[in-house]
C-alpha cells in the first residue's frame, strides 16, 4: 500500500471546516508539472490554485520548525553562538612576517602583472583592486591585498583562488601547504 499525502481544500467553502475536500499530493504536483496551476474542488465545484494548496500544507512546516527554535533554553543558544564564533576565529588565518613575505613572493610569481591579480580578485572574490590596494608598484599592491586580506578575514579564500588559478606555481603550493 502507498502512502498518500492528502491535501486539503482551501476554497471558500472548505476552509475551516472539518471535512474539506482533499487532494492527493501526488496528483497536485502531477498537474504542476504537466503546466496544470487549477484543480476543482468536489464539495463547491470552484477552481483552486494548486501552487497555494501545496504552499498551504508546506507553511505549517516550516512554521512549526521556527517555532522550534525559541525552545532552546537562552544557555544553550549562547553556547551554540560562542561555538560559532570560535569556529570564525579558527578559520582566519595569521601570517607570520615570513609567511606574508613567502605569500608575497608568491603571488607576485603567480600573477605578474596588475591586471592579472586585478582579475583574480574580480572572477574569485568579487572585489575591486582599486578600492583598497593602491601603490606604485605591483609588489606595494600586492602587499596592500595581503594586508587588507588579512584584516578583513579572506585571506584563506585569497590563498585558495590564487592557488585554483595557478594550480602548477611552486611558490603558491608551498605556501598553501604551509598555511
Ligand atoms: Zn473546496
Not at 471546516?17 to 464539495?43: F, I, M, S, W
Not at 580578485?121 to 586580506?149: C, M, P, Y
Amino acid at each position: 500500500m502507498q502512502f498518500q499525502t492528502l491535501v486539503p481544500c482551501n476554497c471558500t467553502q472548505c476552509l475551516g471546516t472539518e471535512n474539506p475536500y482533499t487532494y492527493p499530493l501526488e496528483k497536485l504536483h502531477k498537474r504542476l508539472k504537466a503546466g496544470v496551476y487549477e484543480v476543482q474542488c468536489d464539495n463547491s465545484y470552484k477552481d483552486v490554485d494548486v501552487r497555494r494548496l501545496i504552499d498551504d500544507v508546506n507553511l505549517p512546516r516550516a512554521s512549526e520548525y521556527r517555532e522550534s527554535q525559541p525552545q532552546d533554553t537562552p544557555l544553550q543558544r549562547e553556547l551554540e553562538r560562542e561555538k560559532q564564533k570560535s569556529l570564525n576565529i579558527n578559520q582566519i588565518i595569521k601570517l607570520s612576517g615570513q609567511q606574508r613575505k613567502k605569500l608575497l613572493n608568491a603571488l607576485l610569481d603567480a600573477f605578474p602583472t596588475k591586471f592579472l591579480l586585478k582579475q583574480l580578485l574580480s572572477f574569485e572574490l568579487d572585489k575591486k583592486l582599486e578600492s583598497f590596494a593602491g601603490g606604485d608598484n605591483l609588489q606595494e599592491v600586492v602587499f596592500n591585498v595581503i594586508e587588507t586580506a588579512e584584516a578583513e578575514g579572506w585571506l584563506e579564500e585569497l590563498v585558495c583562488s590564487a592557488k585554483e588559478s595557478n594550480p602548477k606555481n611552486a611558490l603558491l603550493i608551498a605556501i598553501t601547504q604551509e598555511l
